[in-house]
């Protein structure tokens, strides 16, 4: 009984600045790693950056230097905050996550998934 629910996209021009937002509702006992992904049309879905609930960061080379990954563990919600956006990052963005939740008596995790932002940038 948890889902991630994601905000934050839109449509900007060429240059500009978005910030994506995804917290995990329902009940669980705590959320490991955290990321991103995305998919244009026609393209498969790719990485954009990862995190982990210690801070640790990797990005994707396409968005190294333009975005940026973090995370609020007391709001359990990861943030993307996309600088100097460029028409080749219009996509859907979904945000993952490892949710750590009780399974008959054991603490177990699975993966979920966000609904998915469109994100569209005008050139």
């Known amino acids: 009984q948890v889902q991630l629910v994601e905000s934050g996209g839109g449509l900007v021009q060429a240059g500009g600045s978005l910030r994506l937002s995804c917290q995990a509702s329902?009940?669980?006992?705590?959320?490991?790693?955290m990321g991103w992904y995305r998919q244009a049309p026609g393209k498969q879905r790719e990485l954009v950056a990862t995190?982990?609930?210690?801070?640790?960061?990797n990005y994707a080379d396409a968005t190294k230097g333009r975005f940026t990954i973090s995370r609020d563990n007391a709001k359990n919600t990861v943030y993307l905050q996309m600088n100097n956006l460029k028409p080749e990052d219009t996509a859907v963005y979904y945000c993952n996550g490892a949710i750590k939740v009780m399974r008959i008596d054991i603490i177990d995790e699975m993966h979920i998934w966000g609904q998915g932002t469109q994100v569209t940038v005008s050139s």
């Open positions: 995190i982990s609930r210690h801070m640790a960061t």
């Open positions: 329902g009940q669980f006992f705590g959320v490991n790693d």
